[in-house]
């Protein structure tokens, strides 16, 4: 069975910082481009960063902020976010890209201002 795990998330000041991790077991994602994606309360999902082979990209509300990166050896994707903002409070859910059927329960980040 394909999972997507996410982990990392938790509660943060405004200003702050973490690091969310996305480890994928069943199978290798290392030939696939990923993303990660957020979804705040009463909002669709939306795209938040993404990585491929050889670039990265983001979304502009997070752009200078969040970094994307990914270790093929651990079959793992990270999101490194600094200087938090309240309006990133969401549940953050990582997928490949283009999205496919492997959902999670995603982790919890919220942030107080």
């Known amino acids: 069975q394909v999972q997507l795990v996410e982990s990392g998330g938790g509660l943060v000041q405004a200003g702050g910082s973490l690091r969310l991790s996305c480890t994928a077991s069943?199978?290798?994602?290392?030939?696939?481009?990923m993303g990660w994606f957020r979804q705040a309360p009463g909002k669709e999902r939306e795209f938040v960063a993404g990585i491929n082979w050889s670039a990265t990209s983001y979304a502009d509300s997070v752009k200078g902020r969040f970094t994307i990166s990914r270790d093929n050896a651990k079959n793992t994707v990270y999101l490194q976010m600094n200087n938090l903002k309240p309006e990133d409070t969401a549940v953050y859910y990582c997928?490949?890209?283009?999205?496919?059927?492997?959902w999670g329960q995603g982790t919890q980040v919220t942030v107080s201002s």
């Open positions: 069943g199978r290798t994602f290392r030939n696939y481009a």
């Open positions: 997928n490949t890209r283009p999205t496919g059927d492997y």
